[in-house]
């Protein structure tokens, strides 16, 4: 796969400043300009290299990931699960790793009460709520007895109970604390209905820490966004704040299932409270520094103390001399993780100690997680169903539309590598390529003896997987491919190398989605 290329994370919203940027915009706005820093037009160390000829091949991949000293982790349930580890205590042993799952098992369980149970405590430790218990054990209260048996609903028992919960009668509105209003919008046009009142529940856990007034301000259109995202329509970095790719997600979803968001008085509908609420916590795992960087970013400063260094940006001379694209720091890690702005994982996580280092515990969005330990593993692709045929649809540059039959079963955020990148009328889509890494020789007008290589690895600029397109007629491969980004947040802003993006957890999701000959159409 060669790539001709020629020139060419969402942050948190503070909505004060407009109403402040009204009462003294020639000040304020000229101060504005002058500290805010302008966003680089091509993605940091690139910026020669989008114009050279790439090709795309795929890596070993018994070298996805840095070699770590962590224990093994027991299968924890179905694919996009994270596990969970102890907090750590400062000077203590190294923590030991407790399977928790966040998301429910991939069939039902049977959970036999022993002393010190709680319906709680069994719905934590597999993925499920607590009214998700109740309801498939059709349970009248909370009370258990030691010997009882108490049944976990599996995946498709909690995809079932969340269909049938669609038409249920809405329950009694309640009042919500006055920190959770909901968050203004930017513009009149934004799509966010909700009103003051919201379901009570805020976190789908029982939380290690109260809920920062930054979590409670977001968290009924962070509830919407992670909804949205686990049924298909996804923003891209979810933010808690509305914006063009927000709108475009709940339009897309509202078109294919009205009514399904909200109930006729605007509160979230029984399918979206049945997630369990807008966040759920994470806790940072031994073996999740086999994705991080070692240099995360902390250095020592004073007696004991430490504080966080900005680094530069990378140039292409280190881009080209890393032998793994890790993640820079945890912060990077756990929001693409968890499909969420870096910015907006720090606004939710003030005063985080240590999140560099295992048993740091972040709050993060209600989403499926994007496990990148597991995004890979084979089958990539579907078989293809002549009885339920899959196609799918570019909006111009803007967005993936996949269609099985006539419904719509995803819609994602997408943005070309380079200004002008267009398709037209029919393509289709062919094989995957995973655990991407690029080579090129540089200036073609001077060729090198030893091509420049940027390997594989969930930064490198093409991300995780790639997925080869083709013109209808033709066998052989475009220079163009689906793939993933290292820039989420920035990838609509930024020049870069490879033909169209996606974050790394939709390009993961749309080539299970995409058998081998799928129609693409350009729309």
């Keep these: 796969m060669t790539l001709n290329l020629l020139p060419s994370k969402f942050s948190w919203v503070f909505w004060a400043l407009p109403a402040l940027a009204g009462c003294l915009p020639g000040m304020l706005m000229a101060q504005a300009e002058t500290v805010k820093a302008a966003i680089p037009v091509v993605e940091p160390g690139l910026d020669q290299a989008v114009k050279w000829t790439w090709q795309v091949e795929p890596s070993d991949a018994a070298a996805w990931g840095l070699p770590v000293d962590a224990p093994a982790e027991a299968p924890a349930g179905q694919p996009g699960s994270p596990t969970t580890a102890q907090p750590q205590k400062p000077g203590g042993a190294a923590p030991v790793v407790k399977i928790v799952r966040q998301g429910p098992p991939a069939t039902m369980l049977e959970h036999v009460v022993v002393k010190g149970d709680s319906l709680t405590k069994i719905a934590h430790a597999n993925g499920v709520t607590i009214d998700q218990l109740k309801i498939f054990n059709e349970m009248k209260n909370d009370r258990i007895v030691i010997g009882q048996v108490v049944k976990v609903p599996g995946e498709n028992d909690v995809k079932a109970m969340i269909a049938a919960a669609a038409p249920a009668k809405e329950p009694a509105k309640v009042e919500a604390p006055k920190k959770a209003a909901a968050a203004p919008a930017k513009n009149k046009k934004a799509l966010s209905p909700v009103k003051e009142e919201v379901a009570p529940v805020l976190i789908a856990t029982k939380p290690h820490r109260p809920l920062p007034p930054g979590a409670w301000g977001a968290g009924q259109l962070v509830l919407i ?15 808690g704040t509305s914006g063009p790719m927000y709108d475009a997600a709940y339009k897309a979803f509202e078109k294919a299932h009205p009514g399904e968001l909200h109930t006729p008085e605007g509160q979230p509908s029984p399918a979206m409270k049945a997630i369990g609420g807008p966040y759920v916590e994470y806790v940072l795992t031994p073996a999740d520094m086999r994705w991080i960087s070692p ?54 996580n003030p005063g985080l100690k240590n999140p560099n280092a295992p048993g740091a515990i972040f709050l993060v969005p209600n989403v499926l997680p994007f496990e990148i330990e597991k995004s890979l ?113 920035t990838m609509t802003k930024q020049e870069s190398i490879g033909g169209f993006r996606l974050a790394n957890w939709d390009i993961a999701r749309a080539a299970r989605l995409l058998p081998a000959g799928t129609e693409l159409k350009w729309e």
Aim: hydrophobic share 40%; proline share 12%.
């Design 377 to 489: 593993e084979e089958p990539l692709q579907p078989v293809a169903d002549p009885a339920a045929p899959v196609t799918a649809s570019m909006l111009g540059v803007t967005r993936l539309i996949i269609r099985r039959g006539a419904a719509i079963i995803a819609s994602m955020p997408v943005s070309a590598a380079r200004p002008g990148l267009h398709g037209r009328k029919t393509w289709k889509v062919l094989d995957v390529i995973p655990r991407p890494r690029l080579s090129s020789t540089g200036d073609a007008a001077a060729p090198m003896s030893v091509p420049y290589r940027l390997a594989a690895g969930p930064n490198n600029p093409v991300g995780i997987l790639w997925i080869n397109l083709a013109k209808s007629n033709d066998p052989k491969p475009l220079p163009y491919g689906l793939h993933g980004t290292s820039i989420p947040g």
């Design 225 to 239: 966004q992670a909804f949205l995202d686990r049924q298909g329509f996804t923003i891209g970095p979810i933010d």
């Design 295 to 348: 240099r995360p970013g902390v250095t020592p400063s004073g007696k004991g103390k430490s504080k966080t260094v900005v680094e530069p940006p990378p140039t292409f001379e280190e881009l080209t001399h890393e032998s793994f694209m890790t993640y820079h720091s945890s912060w990077e890690f756990v929001a693409e993780r968890f499909h969420a702005a870096e910015s907006f994982l720090r606004h939710i």
